[in-house]
């Protein structure tokens, strides 16, 4: 997305009078590189992706069929790019994509230029991955007690050890990727962290836009706003 069409998307100057407050999809001509964000399952993408909404003014899209009930869950929270994979494919008409590969596959290929990876604490990631594993929801938990719960700790253990794997492979693979890759802080993102999460985000417009446009286009000033829109972006499941 060239900064110059991003600074009018950010700005919501859409044509048909659509809701400047809302993000939208890319016009024709706006095409440009693909930046996937990639995740290990439950690191909190879908907070990152209403945040970068928020910031760009321009809908992210996901590698995930668009016809699974999450998929569908997901787009009811506001993420209305589920399934788009990107300004270069056939129908794409996102810049920021969505992406658990190689963990998970997704029901299209495609080619980005540069990475957003968003790493959490594994403990958390891995337990919230069993959650969402054993109720089908992003927002659903199942009780303490459960996790001793005969037959269902054994499950528990099991997957445990299966997924630190997975973990680590996860992330070693997009450091070995040779384009160029930030690092984001699942951590750093949470509302009750505002400061770390203005920071986190001027180093993803910096990344995104590159620092002299950051700076010539307001961008980094426009990062506190949507840290402070967090509430209603974060608001979605991770």
């Not at 321009?58 to 569908?72: E, F, K, L, Q």
């Not at 996860?170 to 400061?195: C, G, T």
């Amino acid at each position: 997305l060239d900064p110059e069409a991003a600074a009018a998307a950010a700005a919501g100057a859409e044509p048909g009078g659509a809701d400047p407050s809302r993000p939208r999809f890319l016009q024709p001509g706006e095409a440009g590189e693909c930046v996937v964000m990639a995740s290990y399952p439950r690191s909190g993408n879908s907070m990152l992706r209403g945040l970068l909404e928020g910031l760009t003014g321009v809908v992210t899209g996901s590698d995930s069929r668009p016809d699974r009930a999450m998929a569908r869950d997901l787009k009811l929270y506001g993420l209305v790019g589920e399934g788009n994979v990107g300004s270069h494919q056939g129908g794409g008409r996102v810049w920021v994509v969505k992406s658990h590969f190689p963990e998970k596959y997704g029901w299209k290929e495609f080619a980005a230029q540069r990475a957003v990876l968003l790493v959490r604490n594994p403990v958390n990631a891995i337990r919230s991955y069993f959650n969402m594993l054993l109720t089908g929801t992003h927002t659903h938990s199942i009780a303490p007690s459960e996790y001793t719960r005969p037959g269902l700790a054994e499950v528990w253990d099991r997957h445990v050890r299966e997924e630190i794997g997975w973990w680590c492979e996860f992330h070693r693979y997009w450091l070995r990727q040779p384009i160029p890759v930030l690092v984001v802080r699942y951590e750093d993102l949470v509302e009750a962290r505002p400061l770390q999460r203005e920071q986190a985000l001027r180093r993803i417009a910096d990344f995104l836009y590159g620092p002299t446009h950051t700076r010539k286009r307001g961008y980094a000033d426009a990062a506190p706003a949507a840290a402070g829109e967090g509430a209603a972006a974060g608001a979605a499941p991770a």
